[in-house]
T-cell receptor
């Protein structure tokens, strides 16, 4: 299996621009998670989906952030408009009920200038 | 989820056993202890989990005290590739894929040649 796939791996954009991060979970997994990592705040859960339905988005920092999962094999995290404080590494992870592990992707390194 | 306390950093000589402690004095009866690690510039990786019995897998051993208020992750023969941040997470054992993980600051383990 290819594991969790994230794209792009690196993104540099200017403040005010729209940013879209993409994730392909491991085939057959029914849970998908978006995390953000910064030096100041560490690893934080932003939102997670079960069977393509958002379950908990309490970690989404503000309305500028939105996430969708149109099908079992694809999810997006969108930031519009982006701000310099959104600069971070964004990780996607997937897992399954009955399994004890989440599998993380390699992350997208976002820099907002 | 109950909170955990870990030392911020530890050193260990290559080839020796690395013992990483974690305190979780407020753990509830239905909460498991999970360990993940994050190697530099990679996504977190699941290591092991347990409820009250000691556990061992190909990566590590987990020793949980009888009162369950603390645990120790043991890497039996540490290599340079084990240098990473190790996270101890306490959570209800619905299955690792069921809901999100709450990461603390973890322990930065440095394996010395």
């Amino acid at each position: 299996d290819a594991g969790v796939i994230q794209s792009p791996r690196h993104e540099v954009t200017e403040m005010g621009q729209e940013v879209t991060l993409r994730c392909k979970p491991i085939s057959g997994h029914n849970s998908l998670f978006w995390y953000r990592q910064t030096m100041m705040r560490g690893l934080e859960l932003l939102i997670y989906f079960n069977n393509n339905v958002p379950i908990d988005d309490s970690g989404m920092p503000e309305d500028r952030f939105s996430a969708k999962m149109p099908n079992a094999s694809f999810s997006t995290l969108k930031i519009q408009p982006s701000e310099p404080r959104d600069s971070a590494v964004y990780f996607c992870a997937s897992g399954n009920w009955g399994q004890e592990t989440q599998y993380f992707g390699p992350g997208t390194r976002l820099l907002v200038l | 989820d109950a909170k955990t306390t870990q030392p911020p950093s530890m050193d260990c000589a290559e080839g020796r056993a690395a013992n990483l402690p974690c305190n979780h004095s407020t753990i509830s009866g239905n909460e498991y202890v999970y360990w993940y690690r994050q190697i530099h510039s990679q996504g977190p990786q699941y290591i092991i989990h347990g409820l009250k019995n000691n556990e061992t897998n190909e990566m590590a051993s987990l020793i949980i005290t009888e009162d369950r208020k603390s645990s120790t992750l043991i890497l039996p023969h540490a290599t340079l590739r084990d240098t990473a941040v190790y996270y101890c997470i306490v959570r209800v054992g619905l299955g690792g894929g069921a809901d999100g993980l709450t990461f603390g600051k973890g322990t930065h383990l440095i394996i010395q040649p």
